[in-house]
């Protein structure tokens, strides 16, 4: 069983925010795999399918940005999933707009979202996608950007690497993610 997290902040007032693309790709993957959102548990919304002949879970925590991981560390006890088949999808500042980036293990880097999630799965080591959002080319906290919408101009990058992520979700289920890894990060 295969778990797929987007991460992003519940509510209509951050669904376009740079901080939710997380929650745009989880979107993207359960239309792709005809697995809908349907279920709510574990401080999250989640739907549960088969993907190529591969039980999977998509899970948008709704527990804000800052305790992902509860709902991440809830949903792996309860369905026994190991950290290996864990894919945690989520925003980066030090990425250009559009770039997409997959690691199997890596420090928080200041992400709160990944902060708590390394908190409570107790390890650095597991898979992710993070997504490009860039800094703030004005004077603006970061807190302030990250939940500010991308510009009209930087629509059809976000869109480029939302359907990359998902494509690389996909190719996930069928294959290593190292070798996902080498495919995706060009």
């Excluded at 999933?81 to 500042?93: A, K, T």
């Excluded at 293990?105 to 390890?123: D, E, F, R, Y």
């Excluded at 650095?124 to 101009?153: A, T, W």
């Amino acid at each position: 069983m295969k778990l797929i997290v987007g991460l992003g902040n519940p509510g209509k007032q951050y669904e376009q925010t740079r901080h939710n693309i997380g929650f745009k790709v989880i979107d993207a993957v359960s239309s792709q795999f005809a697995i809908p959102l349907n279920q709510s548990k574990f401080r999250g919304l989640y739907g549960m399918g088969i993907y190529k002949g591969v039980k999977v879970i998509l899970l948008k925590p709704l527990t804000f940005m800052n305790l992902s991981g509860e709902s991440i560390r809830a949903i792996m006890d309860y369905y026994q999933i190991n950290v290996e088949d864990l894919l945690v999808i989520y925003d980066d500042l030090d990425l250009p707009v559009g770039k997409i980036r997959l690691r199997q293990k890596g420090s928080p880097g200041g992400h709160n979202g990944i902060k708590s999630t390394v908190a409570h799965l107790g390890t650095q080591e597991f898979n992710r996608i993070r997504i490009g959002i860039d800094r703030p080319q004005v004077e603006m906290s970061i807190p302030d950007y990250v939940l500010n919408c991308f510009h009209k101009d930087e629509q059809i990058l976000t869109n480029h690497a939302v359907k990359k992520s998902e494509e690389a979700c996909a190719a996930w289920l069928e294959k290593p993610f190292l070798q996902v890894m080498n495919e995706y990060n060009q």
